[in-house]
């Protein structure tokens, strides 16, 4: 099984791009991870919706086929880290690849939540696309740490 974060928008942020790369790094130690990124559509926020449709459309291309998909966007389900490796280990069972998407500064299409399986929140609040990035990608480090019953993971549920 394969993971893959399709993410609207590269990562400027010099800092947030050595953070992710870190996570990233630590999470093919246990899984195999593709991050791929789609350009984001340079529409100004009058364009709202254009904006999300173009890059609906170019999130939509990366999706390899027979993937499952997963969309992130704050009004989706929250997890625990506990629940999130659980759901990882059921993804790792199934043997079929799962694509995340992280959208851009508009939101994510109604075409890309359609084909979706399931919507994911990593918080209530709006995130901009690195940090959802950062938090997404330490969370699955998490997961990993947690299924091999590592001490990197302090929580016990609370």
Known sequence: MRLQILAVGRLKDAVARGLCDDYATRIRRYQKLEI??????????????????????????????????????????????????????????????????????HGVDEAVLSKSEGIISLSSMTLPHEIARLVLLEQLYRACTILRGEPYHKGRGS
Do not use: C, F, M, N
Request: proline share 1%; aromatic share 4%; net charge positive.
């Open 36 to 105: 791929q990124e789609a350009r984001e559509s340079g529409k100004s926020d009058r364009d709202a919706v254009q904006s999300r449709r173009i890059e609906g459309e170019a999130l939509l291309r990366l999706i390899p086929s027979g993937s499952r998909l997963y969309t992130l966007t704050r009004t989706g389900r929250a997890y625990s880290s506990e629940e999130l490796a659980t759901t990882l280990e059921r993804w790792r069972a199934d043997a079929r690849d799962v694509a995340l998407v992280i959208g851009g500064a």
